[in-house]
């Protein structure tokens, strides 16, 4: 079974522009997770998205959204880029359907850098 | 507010001998735990997990205790192999009625495994 897919796996922006970024979780998972990290704070939560529904939301600014697809892809968008959002952005998927916890699997993640 | 610590930021081990990573949370409600592994560049590897209602999880080399009056967690690696040496990042999630798939994560600790 193919794991989490994450596109670009890189990405050169500059300050204001606005950014897309796109995951495939593993088939059959319905939850989609989104995290930022960065050297001084670690991974940080941004959202969930199950069934194309925004489950779940950390604290981050508007410039920040996401939305999920009827196939459960997620993408993820930032406006007016600033140069703090220079961050690996990672994107993890479950089941979402258990009542329990459950693991979720992560992707490579995409690097983006601000200039 | 950092609701779980990771107060060793690395730690350096011989080949062979146990590691010990340690991770302490301050949120009543996580009910659940992760350890998880991270290579620069990479997305994090699942490893191992540990509900509330257990105190000890075990996974081959790797074994998980859960003392929930201490709020603490920690993480044995037995027997350490130089193939071991990455950031291990602890996680926690409440239920998933009121958080959904929400990880909270520790801000790592680096491990060296010396040959």
């Known amino acids: 079974k193919a794991g989490v897919t994450q596109t670009p796996r890189y990405l050169i922006k500059t300050r204001g522009q606005q950014v897309t970024l796109s995951c495939s979780p593993i088939?059959?998972?319905?939850?989609v997770s989104w995290y930022q990290q960065t050297p001084g704070q670690g991974l940080q939560f941004l959202f969930e998205?199950?069934?194309?529904?925004?489950?779940n939301k950390g604290n981050f600014p508007g410039r920040f959204s996401g939305r999920q697809f009827s196939n459960s892809r997620s993408e993820m968008n930032v406006s007016t880029l600033e140069l703090g959002d220079s961050a690996l952005y990672l994107c993890?998927?479950?089941?979402?359907?258990?009542?329990?916890?459950?693991?979720?699997?992560f992707g490579p993640g995409t690097r983006l850098l601000v200039l | 507010d950092q609701q779980v610590k990771q107060n060793s930021p690395s730690l350096s081990v011989q080949e062979g001998r146990i590691s010990i990573l340690n991770c302490d949370y301050t949120?009543?409600?996580?009910?659940?735990f992760l350890w998880y592994k991270k290579y620069p560049a990479e997305g994090p590897t699942f490893l191992i997990s540990?509900?509330?209602?257990?105190d000890k999880n075990e996974d081959g080399r790797f074994t998980v205790f859960l003392n929930k009056s201490a709020k603490h967690l920690s993480l044995h690696i037995v027997p350490s192999q130089p193939g071991d040496s990455a950031v291990y990042f602890c996680?926690?999630?409440?239920?998933?009625?009121?958080?959904?798939?929400?990880?909270?994560f520790g801000t790592g600790t680096r491990l060296a495994v010396r040959p």
């Open positions: 993890a998927s479950s089941t979402g359907l258990d009542q329990l916890q459950e693991t979720q699997y």
């Open positions: 088939s059959g998972h319905r939850s």
């Open positions: 998205y199950f069934s194309e529904t925004q489950r």
């Open positions: 949120n009543s409600m996580f009910d659940y």
């Open positions: 540990i509900s509330s209602i257990k």
């Open positions: 996680a926690a999630s409440g239920w998933k009625k009121s958080s959904g798939d929400k990880l909270t």
